[in-house]
């Protein structure tokens, strides 16, 4: 048996009271508004300015000879970023010193943007504007105060130094950002008009009761990192959950304790903390208590789907980057029909082992199972239900592909199936980091294949038409599967939903809304680095591979796709991305169209709960008349 040191009932009672700042969400854009090219130069000069002081700073505390051994490793850390950064940012300002005197030359050290004319000075100022006001002033402030630093200045400087290490990393990106990229261009400019016809702009409340709406959901989560990040600090699984346990009051009742915890644990959290926490749904009291909020739903069962098609394996992606393939129409769906299909009592069989793909059936109504004995027959034959559904919804549910399950996302899922009254499938496929792409994608692509191929000879199901419906991770799941789908000649879903979707999973490529993330409390930004980590192995290419990154897709590709629509809210870590995909289907002369609600943000499907956001009932609604309308 493990105890529990009675000292560590009161660690909590040394948490400061200060909360930490946080920047305005709208700040990124805010700044396309502007007019760049001497704030570009100043900003420039700033950071050059501020982190030669900042080294300087961290040079003499570092020579101090009374200097802690876990201050020395923190500074020679923020010594190693700044350096970088410096020497990047000095490099951006020579070669524009060179274009100034009218020497036309390549700055062979900069590898990201070798020519004065392929910086993109908007999206560089961007990066530079946020990086001077928001960070470097900031970590000089702390600086100067040395040694007298208390435990929430420590947080602060660790929390702005992962800030800045993540500014410095997209800054290569943000020089490269194409001239004419729509996010570097005015709103007046053609290609934002001729966008205009497809975008539905929404405002859902006041921005300043949207924010605070925001802000309870984000307690929630800053409650759960506090609990976790508390809990790690012991060994031992028992010792653990009963920290956990008290963490949970302690900071439910001491909300600038938690928020300054949780943002000092996001600072550089271990991918196994942090995945537990966004997985806190789908574990212990949460999971129990969970379903007193779901809808009343008459029929949720799961069925368990056998591998019957050519597999989405490692070794086949592999070979068409080898065979540069990766990127075109393949038509090598390699059907496969079993000898002896499955009975429909193996279907509902729970197994465990990865030859099976879990997948939830949700329905308004019971479905009924197709007679395979004599006895069964019988009972058919007394038991009248002639209705035979040809529509149906496959749902790909997000998490940032390694959280969450078709089981949490039933807040909204229900209210679908039951006002819709079609069948929803909702895939629980693999995820990372025990099963990193394509893992996930071929559980998507069985099951949909399995369900259009076979479904009907098990119920009373005939998906004469299949629309695809994902959030964020499934977004990108949504769409690459029907890339997937393109690729391999296979039937195309009839229409796709992508609610805030990861369309772009190259973390080098930069767009003014992954700003958002680095005072997101949700998709944060050292989060969002972890899922992408964990889910893409060094091999695999998301700036090629459109199935990683499906706004990659060539014309061939985007040409053959189905109806599209797709929900955003402006503050949105993955918002440009949605806008750029829209952009290429609009100029093939595909139907897409996009809702855009202003003020909202990631993940807003799941928060139309009790004590959610008011806010996010409206586009359950509107994301259920969307399915509606694929379905006609």
């Avoid at 970023?81 to 020579?94: C, D, K, P, T």
């Avoid at 960070?135 to 800030?163: A, G, M, T, V, W």
């Avoid at 069964?376 to 919804?393: C, E, S």
């Avoid at 599967?481 to 609610?499: E, F, N, S, W």
């Amino acid at each position: 048996m493990q105890f529990i040191n009675n000292d560590s009932l009161f660690n909590f009672s040394s948490e400061s009271n200060e909360e930490i700042d946080v920047v305005p969400s709208e700040h990124h854009l805010n700044l396309q508004t502007t007019v760049v090219k001497d704030k570009f130069y100043q900003n420039l000069q700033s950071s050059i300015t501020m982190l030669n002081q900042m080294l300087g700073l961290s040079q003499n505390i570092l020579n101090k000879q009374n200097t802690k051994e876990d201050v020395s490793k923190k500074i020679l850390q923020l010594i190693t970023i700044a350096s970088e950064g410096l020497m990047q940012i000095e490099q951006i300002y020579s070669l524009i010193e060179l274009k100034e005197f009218g020497i036309h030359q390549r700055h062979q050290n900069y590898n990201q943007a070798q020519s004065y004319n392929s910086i993109n000075q908007n999206t560089t100022n961007m990066v530079l504007d946020y990086l001077n006001h928001f960070i470097l002033n900031k970590i000089l402030e702390i600086l100067n105060k040395f040694p007298n630093q208390d435990k929430q200045q420590n947080r602060k400087f660790s929390i702005y130094c992962s800030k800045l290490q993540s500014c410095i990393e997209i800054l290569p990106g943000a020089t490269s950002v194409m001239q004419d990229d729509l996010f570097s261009l005015n709103q007046q400019h053609l290609f934002w008009q001729q966008l205009k016809n497809h975008i539905e702009i929404k405002q859902l409340a006041d921005h300043e009761q949207v924010r605070q709406s925001y802000d309870k959901v984000c307690e929630g989560i800053l409650l759960a990192n506090a609990m976790i990040s508390k809990g790690s600090e012991y060994e031992g699984q028992i010792k653990q959950q009963f920290m956990q346990g008290l963490g949970f009051v302690f900071y439910a009742l001491n909300k600038q304790k938690m928020k300054s915890r949780a943002n000092h644990f996001l600072a550089d959290p271990k991918k196994e903390e942090v995945f537990k926490a966004w997985n806190l749904p789908e574990q212990g009291l949460v999971k129990m208590l969970l379903p007193a909020v779901f809808p009343f739903i008459k029929f949720n069962q799961k069925i368990y789907i056998p591998r019957y098609f050519r597999c989405i394996s490692s070794e086949y992606i592999l070979n068409q980057y080898k065979r540069s393939t990766i990127n075109k129409i393949n038509n090598d769906c390699g059907l496969f029909y079993p000898e002896n299909r499955i009975t429909l009592e193996d279907l509902l069989t729970k197994k465990e082992s990865s030859d099976r793909v879990q997948v939830r059936i949700l329905c308004h109504e019971i479905l009924k199972p197709k007679k395979q004995s004599l006895l069964q027959q019988f009972v058919g034959q007394i038991i009248k239900n002639d209705t035979v559904f040809d529509k149906i919804i496959i749902h790909i549910h997000g998490g940032g592909f390694v959280a969450m399950s078709s089981r949490s996302h039933q807040t909204y899922t229900r209210k679908w199936a039951n006002a819709l009254k079609v069948p929803i499938f909702s895939i629980d496929y693999r995820m990372a980091p025990n099963h990193p792409y394509p893992a996930g994608l071929d559980d998507c692509w069985q099951a949909y294949m399995f369900i259009l191929t076979f479904i009907e000879q098990y119920y009373n199901v005939v998906p004469n038409k299949v629309v695809l419906v994902g959030d964020s991770a499934g977004g990108n799941l949504v769409a690459a599967l029907t890339i997937q789908a393109i690729k391999a000649g296979v039937r195309v879903p009839d229409g796709v939903l992508l609610a805030y979707p990861a369309l772009s999973l190259d973390i080098k490529q930069f767009t003014p809304s992954f700003l958002v993330s680095l005072d997101d409390s949700l998709l944060h930004h050292t989060v969002l680095k972890l899922c992408l980590k964990s889910y893409i192995q060094k091999e695999f290419n998301p700036n090629l591979d459109p199935m990683l990154s499906p706004s990659k897709a060539n014309d061939d590709i985007l040409k053959r796709f189905p109806k599209t629509r797709i929900q955003v809210g402006t503050y949105d870590p993955l918002h440009d991305e949605s806008f750029r995909l829209l952009q290429r289907l609009i100029q093939l002369n595909r139907d897409a169209r996009l809702i855009e609600y202003q003020s909202m943000p990631h993940g807003f499907l799941s928060f139309d709960v009790i004590n959610g956001m008011s806010e996010a009932k409206q586009t359950v609604l509107d994301a259920q008349d969307i399915l509606s309308d694929l379905l006609k």
